[in-house]
């Protein structure tokens, strides 16, 4: 790919080179999502409805947990889950289908979709920067995928088994739209990727001078509220599950705080080295 001279593009230059790229982002997202669509039952009766059966692995751990401490009843112990998953729909099912494909071709091709975008704003960085940014396709796709994985394992069987199971009378049977279910599902993995993005932003941030480690720890108690709602909002209204789900991201946010000094100790010796006489 030939290199781009940003200084002599336009504006106008500049869109439609963003808008290729975008292009591109979409055609790999497509050509996964096809490849799920064609994988239908695995990702389904796999993947998808995994964490509605009490064999989930999350399940045996946490019953195994419960057992370990002496509680003897458990939701997380049993047969099955008591609701039942249906479409209410024509074309409720195969509006899940196409729906599910495309997420699922968006988290595949993350680490290309994310090679895009920084191959649209790296000619904007000097040589220097260019050079230390490139492992930045690994690490934000690694914590993307860290994030997808707790909250598939974490957060998910956890809103799952405790909506599934909450009753508010023995006369109202859980039977749950199928859009409902994944919607829960979805929203859980896409959102922790996406929050375990944040030692990235905090690192980007930093470098423009948006955020210093002082301003992180001035803020803290503040940013603890924040995750505690965050929580709140993408987990089950109880407090073990948010605790779990809040343990993680306060540890993200302690991580950035280092990754800011880091950054800006590193600024300092580069302008120490620049002024300094010949």
């Not at 055609?27 to 993947?47: M, R, Y």
């Not at 370990?68 to 008591?82: A, D, K, M, Q, R």
């Not at 109202?172 to 919607?183: H, K, L, T």
């Not at 001035?218 to 995750?227: E, T």
Request: proline share 4%; net charge positive; glycine share 6%.
């Amino acid at each position: 790919m030939a290199k781009r001279d940003v200084n002599s593009m336009s504006f106008l230059d500049h869109l439609e080179d963003l808008r290729w790229h975008l292009i591109r982002i979409c055609v790999a997202i497509i050509i996964c999502g096809a490849v799920a669509f064609v994988f239908k039952s695995f990702i389904f009766n796999v993947v998808i409805f995994g964490p509605s059966k009490m064999s989930f692995p999350t399940y045996e751990w946490l019953c195994s947990m419960a057992n370990f401490v002496g509680i003897e009843e458990s939701t997380f112990c049993g047969e099955e889950l008591p609701f039942i998953i249906q479409s209410r729909t024509m074309a409720g099912q195969f509006s899940a289908h196409i729906w599910t494909s495309i997420y699922a071709g968006f988290i595949v091709a993350f680490p290309y979709v994310i090679y895009q975008l920084w191959l649209f704003i790296s000619p904007g960085m000097k040589s220097g920067e260019r050079k230390h940014s490139r492992g930045f396709i690994i690490v934000s796709s690694f914590l993307f995928f860290l994030g997808v994985l707790f909250g598939y394992y974490i957060i998910t069987p956890l809103s799952i088994n405790f909506l599934g199971t909450y009753q508010v009378s023995a006369q109202v049977e859980n039977n749950f739209d199928i859009s409902s279910y994944i919607g829960l599902l979805r929203a859980s993995v896409i959102a922790s990727g996406l929050i375990f993005e944040l030692p990235i932003i905090i690192y980007f941030l930093t470098k423009v001078g948006l955020v210093t480690p002082e301003f992180l720890r001035k803020y803290r108690k503040y940013a603890l509220v924040i995750v505690l709602i965050l929580s709140a909002v993408i987990t089950p209204p109880d407090v073990a599950s948010q605790i779990i789900v809040a343990i993680p991201i306060l540890i993200l946010y302690e991580i950035s705080i280092y990754i800011s000094k880091f950054v800006l100790r590193k600024e300092k010796r580069k302008i120490k080295k620049d002024v300094r006489p010949s």
